[in-house]
């Protein structure tokens, strides 16, 4: 089956510090989305990405999609205490039945 | 709208009781979810529905079954709880099949002693 590997699994920041998650397959993708779940709450979602090496941004949020189609990396600039949570990377290699495989997510925590 | 509804919130059983998680949608989508969320290992897929009158298995199947009673609703039954299904378990409906975003409900803290 898919293989989905994301690192690091946690990550504690002082505020206004960078912050990177990264996620990596074992299959060529046909995209890879990205979700975020506060604590106690439920994911939601950031992000698509389709083409191989897209970039795109949302105000300090910046998603990559891999030349190859087979990593992904979120990368936050300059923290902010409503960036904690749990960030999670989701994987569709295609197919008719659309199935998102979830990578076990990077717990963000920032000290103020 | 009220996107994707699921009852109840929690829920305490002891082992070899059962139960049924309900789940409603009312955003007319085609596919729906079951994933369950425990600690360190993300979100896994126990079934899905890919449209009415359809189901499959996920990664995590067993100890569970489920029903698409229709294109709003989607339930997941325990036939007799384990501890081990301690967990919080979460309802996602999708529009179609292709590139789209999972819509989740609440989630279901549910703890079996």
């Known amino acids: 089956g898919q293989q989905v590997m994301q690192i690091p699994q946690y990550q504690h920041v002082q505020e206004g510090e960078d912050f990177t998650t990264y996620c990596n397959s074992s299959?060529?993708?046909?995209?890879i989305q990205w979700y975020k779940q506060r604590p106690g709450g439920h994911p939601v979602f950031l992000i698509q990405l389709v083409k191989s090496g897209e970039v795109k941004k949302q105000k300090r949020l910046t998603f990559q999609f891999g030349e190859a189609k087979k990593n992904s990396s979120l990368h936050i600039t300059a923290t902010q205490t409503t960036d904690v949570g749990t960030y999670f990377c989701?994987?569709?290699?295609?197919?008719?039945?659309?199935?998102?495989?979830f990578g076990k997510g990077t717990l963000l925590t920032v000290n103020p | 709208n009220a996107g994707v509804t699921q009852t109840p919130k929690f829920q305490v059983l002891k082992t070899g009781q059962s139960m049924t998680l309900q789940c409603a949608q009312d955003?007319?989508?085609?596919?729906m979810y079951w994933y369950r969320q425990d600690p360190g290992m993300g979100l896994r897929l126990i079934y899905y529905?890919?449209?009415?009158?359809?189901?499959d298995k996920g990664e995590v199947p067993n100890g569970y079954n489920v029903s698409r009673l229709n294109k709003r609703e989607f339930s997941l039954r325990l036939e007799s709880a384990a501890p081990s299904q301690t967990s919080v378990y979460f309802c996602a409906s999708l529009p179609a099949t292709g590139v789209s975003p999972l819509h989740f409900g609440n989630g279901t803290r549910l703890t079996v002693t």
């Open positions: 955003m007319n989508h085609n596919s």
């Open positions: 529905s890919a449209s009415e009158g359809t189901t």
């Open positions: 989701a994987l569709n290699s295609g197919g008719s039945n659309y199935k998102l495989t």
């Open positions: 299959t060529t993708l046909s995209n």
